[in-house]
């Protein structure tokens, strides 16, 4: 081989060149001395892959997993049903209100859950009948509640005044209307919702149900308590369980009412990682089975009596959001740009940012890569292109360099994210459903300049810009 062939060959072999950086030795955080190597990467959703995806739909990307979510929702009732021989699930709309994700979930048995007149207007759009829909929330106007009273949906009371109203409707209806009331006490594990429905320990509730048993059109049928959100320890659940039994049985003896339901509210906690917890959510998250034990048990144990009786248990309601959605929807992004901060750490500039993944104020979401990076993993800071220097998306994270261009999965991002979104600076993105077979569907299609200023009136003094 002639020597300008061994020069041509050996150069062709030489590996790509990476810019040399400095960074500082940080304590706690892994170094080229220790760790290993970042293998952690994704380049499918449900077999769809996802540059396809981004080709077709566009970056910034939303995109759910209808066979997550299906089998989320089929987990959790088997888990519970299995427990306990009444269960009901609340879809909470409030959670995540597309229209696709909550019909998918009413077609595997849930009602829907609903805290305003918007919601309760869009689950009877979606076709859910009346009866169907569990009607909570601390505002109600009079005229969603005759809409509610007409359809029988179930009222959970949440304050006196609203109790007020309720007693005129029905004079004013001459109908007699079943309602449940929201009740909030001290369980010793979470700090008290106590702005919710009628105090328990303070004699507010009992007094609530004297009103109602007072009244010619009010007949108390159910017990609701909310006491929290992404709840770690199912303990939590037992006293709030056993809290509310004791109150049933105490309605019961006090009053003729029977109560048909209790209503547990939601809280369960997702596979996501809460800021200011450094455990990774697979050792600090309950399964659904632990969260079950501790409810049904005390569901068991407390209404034993009344089956001893010849009477039927009270159904037993979850109003489960997060739990159920989160980790079927992923958010993928593009990076647009890479920095250097002063400090030394390297900063990425993603197409998507907080007004998109509104959970990240809270939650240090998983990112995934959509490719193998090579390289030295390195403390990265991940913004959003949002002017606003609130704009962080993981305010830390190890990462081998990106490029732009690449892509990574935010996850998960399926709760509270598409009914928190804000339409700021940019267009919120398409939203897109993987179905069986490697199927998709947008869900809701991106936002335009015509959609934005859809609501818009412009005075006809105002019409020209310039004089």
Not at 335 to 352: C, E, F, H, W, Y
Request: hydrophobic share 40%; charged share 20%; net charge neutral.
């Amino acid at each position: 081989m002639k020597s300008t062939d061994k020069l041509s060959s050996t150069l062709s072999e030489k590996k790509s060149w990476t810019k040399p950086i400095i960074s500082p030795v940080r304590s706690g955080i892994q170094n080229k001395f220790g760790g290993a190597l970042y293998s952690n990467w994704q380049d499918t959703i449900d077999g769809v892959v996802i540059n396809e995806l981004l080709e077709q739909y566009g970056s910034p990307l939303f995109v759910v997993s209808e066979k997550k979510l299906r089998k989320n929702m089929r987990h959790i009732n088997r888990v519970f049903s299995a427990r306990y021989p009444d269960v009901l699930f609340g879809w909470s709309y409030k959670t995540n209100y597309l229209g696709a994700v909550c019909n998918l979930l009413h077609q595997e048995g849930a009602w829907a859950e609903v805290v305003s007149d918007f919601e309760y207007e869009k689950a009877r759009n979606l076709g859910v009948p009346g009866n169907k829909i569990i009607f909570n929330g601390p505002y109600k106007t009079r005229d969603s509640l005759i809409v509610a009273i007409n359809d029988k949906a179930r009222i959970h009371i949440d304050n006196i005044d609203e109790l007020h109203t309720l007693e005129d409707l029905g004079i004013e209806l001459d109908r007699d209307i079943k309602v449940a009331i929201r009740v909030n006490f001290e369980t010793g594990y979470t700090e008290p919702w106590s702005r919710f429905g009628f105090n328990l320990e303070s004699g507010q509730a009992m007094n609530a149900v004297w009103r109602i048993a007072a009244s010619k059109h009010l007949k108390l049928v159910g017990l609701h308590s909310h006491i929290g959100t992404f709840i770690l320890e199912p303990q939590a659940y037992a006293v709030q369980t056993r809290t509310l039994c004791e109150f049933m049985n105490k309605v019961e003896s006090s009053t003729d009412f029977e109560i048909e339901f209790i209503d547990i509210g939601g809280g369960f906690a997702s596979l996501n990682s809460l800021q200011g917890i450094y455990l990774p959510p697979e050792q600090i998250v309950p399964s659904i089975e632990q969260y079950a034990d501790a409810i049904c048990s005390v569901m068991l144990d407390h209404t034993e009596q009344r089956v001893a009786r010849g009477g039927k248990r009270p159904q037993l309601v979850l109003e489960t959001g997060r739990a159920i959605v989160d980790d079927a929807e992923a958010l993928v992004s593009s990076v647009i740009s890479t920095n250097r901060l002063p400090d030394g750490r390297k900063a990425l500039v993603m197409d998507a940012g907080v007004n998109l993944l509104f959970t990240a104020f809270w939650y240090n979401h998983q990112v995934i890569p959509t490719r193998t990076l090579d390289g030295r993993a390195e403390e990265t800071v991940i913004y959003g292109p949002l002017c606003m220097n609130i704009d962080v998306l993981r305010a830390s994270i190890m990462l081998p360099p990106v490029k732009v261009g690449d892509s990574l999965i935010f996850s998960p991002a399926g709760a509270y994210n598409n009914t928190q979104w804000l339409q700021f600076i940019h267009y919120r993105p398409n939203i897109v459903m993987v179905h069986d077979k490697q199927q998709v569907s947008v869900i809701r299609k991106a936002e335009n300049l015509e959609v934005v200023i859809a609501q818009e009136r412009l005075p006809q003094h105002l019409a020209k810009p310039f004089k």
